[in-house]
């Protein structure tokens, strides 16, 4: 049996350590960085971020006081048997983070402008349910800010044009975001299915840490062409100049249609945050 | 490049004395405000009884908590992107004379203009970094709108103690960090896409 206390304290204790805490591939790529750059300017910016990543572990507060929008994938096996009660106590348990971390209550009603202070409302939680063969269960949560959402995109371009218009459509989009989504970035890029389906796998491309690269060789080949273009634009930390714009290009694909070549981009700040949650058959929660 | 400690109220000549690229740390009043405050204090034509002159005005909209006793303090407070605020900052530098306006990505020209007119720079704090802004920020003086708008778009007014790095990035003489970095950014992209993907 699952002990539904234990899961719903897991459940808050993910969404807490998902705003305080850096994974840590992220946190090596911005120290990396550091060496990398020549600008002063530049190397006080990643400083800054790498101090303030100490000061949120340190005093337990958020790294970043745009908490976000809880965004949860579930990737569950066919014969996981507790999938209504993971399923049904992300909610609540949103709510009791948003108070006890405390989360930014960040949900506005879009038509009465209402927040209703626990992060929840119309068609919330976010949850994508994934199924697979298996027994077992990972919710991933990835606190998402606005800043970077902001600059995200959307682009059904022509077949014939596909990889190299996708290629300047993302320099382009770089460039425009300049500073404005808290660079160092990281890039998920979701390539083909459809409009809905692109930007699904571009959201999800960014759940996989910087160190693993896609495992077909010939896009991992693409992310790493990408990043090194991306980070000679030179909009570098925080959009004042410098060798890093980019931390990650992270892609996912799935086939098109003969007739599009949908791609989409989700930008994320240098705080990619996201947790892990795994739940066995027998209910354990780890 | 120079680096001042400057303390509200301040005064036109620390504010002339700025040039992009300096660092500045203040101390004393700094009070967030974003989009909608924005707009309320310009439809107010601001708060009664208080005055914005020489104040930080923070492009922020922090998570807050209130201890057993009531009191609210900051957990954590990093910039917002100001680029929302740039038509809005022309009408609110006319009506009330805060000094430096404190955000992350950098505004445009109408805001370069309005910086120019009343003597104010624009300095940028690293955006994300909002456990660190919060130390800088010390204790919360007085909240305004909190039930109208909200925690992130209420007016919090704080005592800061050094708050800081804050890089002059929009200068008082119409100088701008972004206008070189974004400029730059551009020719780098025409040459990598006209070089590898025409």
Known sequence: MIDTEALADRLVKGLRD???????DVKHRLEEAIDQESDELAKTQLRTILENVDVAHDGCAAMCQDTGMQIFF????????YLKEVHSAIAPAIARATKEVPLRPNTVDPFTGENPKNNLGHNLPAITVELEEGDG??????????GSENMSALWMLT?????KAMKRKVLEQVQFAAGKPCPPIVLGIGIGGGADISIKLAKKALLRPLDQPNPNPEVAAMEAELLEA??????GPAGLGGVTTALGVQIEYTNRHPATFPTALVVQCWCDRRQKIHISKDGEVI | MPEYHLTTPISDDDIFKLNAGDTIYISGIVFTARDEAHMELIEHKGIPGFDFTGLGLYHCGPVMKQNDCGE?????????TSYRMETLEPPFLDLFGVKVIIGKGGMGPLTIEA??????????????????????????????????LGMPEAVWVFEAVEFGPLIVTMDSKGVSLYDGVNEKAA????RIVSERYC
């Not at chain 1, 579930?74 to 048997?81: L, Q, V």
């Not at chain 1, 269960?137 to 606005?146: A, F, H, L, N, W």
């Not at chain 1, 077949?159 to 990889?163: M, R, V």
């Open chain 1, 230 to 235: 991306v980070n000679e634009i030179g909009v």
């Open chain 1, 159 to 163: 077949p014939a044009e596909g990889f």
């Open chain 2, 187 to 190: 020719d780098n992209v025409k």
């Open chain 2, 115 to 148: 910086l120019k007119k009343h003597n104010v720079v624009y300095a940028s704090f690293t955006g994300g970094a909002g456990a660190l802004a919060a130390k800088g920020l010390g204790t919360v003086k007085e909240v305004h709108y909190l039930e109208e």
């Open chain 2, 72 to 80: 609210w303090c900051v957990v954590s407070a990093g910039p917002t």
């Open chain 1, 18 to 24: 998902g705003v305080i805490e850096l994974p840590e």
């Open chain 1, 137 to 146: 269960c990972d919710v991933y949560i990835m606190p998402k800010g606005g």
């Open chain 1, 74 to 81: 579930i990737k569950a096996g066919y014969d996981f048997p």
